[in-house]
């Protein structure tokens, strides 16, 4: 495998890793999971170590500054002067996912650890911790050796893991300065492994919810009402069995359904060719346990364009060690569901809702709230593009640059792709296998981050010489 620019590499080993290690010491909880954010002022540590940092490289050209309006989470700006007319805009956040449970010994999610294998470990590094550096680290490189580049506007914000909801306010008050970019660069997705650059091309929508059942008014014995009273769970899982089959996972209704675009099958068959049994292995699967499938291709379709149910969290069942004979009052179902790239979000949930509610076994009384977010599917790569993502990934990696979808949701890139439609994008990351992102035992993977801003260095180039 090719050697990465040393420069680079020297500038990750001596001014980004230890940065990140202070970084991944502070408990920043995106707004939806520390509601008392402003006052903990964690957040604001978090701006104060990026923003300081930043100003502290010395970049030509660069105005700085940290947005404020009144409760709104802040958002850090930073512009670079370049040639020509050409804006990039670059993306990245800084709020984290909370610390969750299962980190190994001697690993926590505030507790940094950066291992001789390059694996840095804790909170927040990989998602997306990483990106502000990364995007300097880029200009710098382009300044020191005199290539030419377009202007940069960077936008790194604070609430991208409660979905965004200040990223529009922010984004139509400084519209006049971001001006109209040709490229966006975002540096908040994954990579199928860390041998090559990949490029995120669609992303799934998500809506989520309760499904509340309720049958009685208190719990009674299970023995004196087993067979006269349905149990709550029972009633949640036919209403579910509405939604998916229980056998295969397939996601039943026709409006959660889409045709796959002849465009990512033929990523997805490409991916699955390099990934190979790496689709599914990536996982921490118990012994004995197998995929949802056979097929690779098939297994990648499912994760990126086919809709699949998860229930992730329930209320009303007490802890094994507590639980009695006890048949249940009620029970509270949480649901993530994942919906292909390109169905309506909003009509989405409202079908989601209904079929949940409508006709409920025994007259149970049934209540969902549900709320859709949307997902996002990439325009045609230029062919400018295409040629420089392959370029740089042959020389920074050694193999050719590869293209997939993520299962997961990013709000913003549907917010970005409408209001830049003219926009090329460039959805990349650092989020490969084992990374974990909100899990426990998240790491980011230095030496590929290392080689991915060399990548980005050779494609601002390009996109500065394209047409020249």
Known sequence: MPTPDPRIAAFWDERIVPALLDFIRIPNQSPLFDPEWAAHGHMDRAVQLVTSWIGAQGLTGAKLEVVRDGARTPLILLEVQGTGKDTVLMYGHVDKQPPFTGWREGLGPWTPVLQPDGKLYGRGGADDGYAAFAAVATLKALQAAGIPHGRVVALIECSEESGSPDLPHYLDALKGRIGEPSLIVCLDSGCGNYDQLWSTTSLRGLVTGTLRV??????????????????????????????????????????????????????????????????????????????????????????????????????????????GNVLLAGLTLKFSLRI????????????????????????????????????????????????????????????????????????????????????????????????NAHGPNEFLHVPYAKRLTDCLVRIMTAHARRGA
């Open 214 to 323: 309720e049958m009685l008014t208190e719990g009674v014995h299970s023995g004196m009402a087993g067979g006269i009273v349905a149990t709550p769970f029972q009633v949640a899982r036919a209403l579910i069995a509405r939604l998916e089959n229980a056998e295969s996972g397939e996601v039943l209704p026709p409006s959660l359904k889409v045709a796959v675009p002849p465009a990512r099958l033929a990523q997805a068959r490409k991916a699955a060719q390099v990934l190979g049994g790496a689709v599914s292995g990536i996982f921490p699967w118990a012994e004995g346990v197998r995929p949802m499938a056979d097929d690779l291709v098939e297994l990648i379709l499912n994760n990126t364009w086919r809709a699949s149910l998860a229930v992730v969290g329930q209320d009303g069942m007490p802890e094994t060690a507590q639980a």
């Open 340 to 435: 292909p790239p390109t169905v309506n979000p909003q009509a989405a949930a409202a079908e989601v809702k209904r079929l949940l509610e409508e006709r409920p076994p025994f007259g149970a009384k049934v209540g969902v709230t549900a709320s859709g977010g949307p997902g996002w599917d990439a325009p045609a790569l230029a062919p400018w593009l295409e040629r420089a993502a392959d370029d740089a990934s042959r020389a920074v990696y050694g193999r050719e640059a590869c293209y997939f979808g993520v299962g997961g949701s990013i709000p913003f890139m549907h917010m970005l792709g409408e209001e830049f439609p003219r926009a090329q994008f460039l959805i990349t990351g650092v989020l490969g296998p084992g990374s």
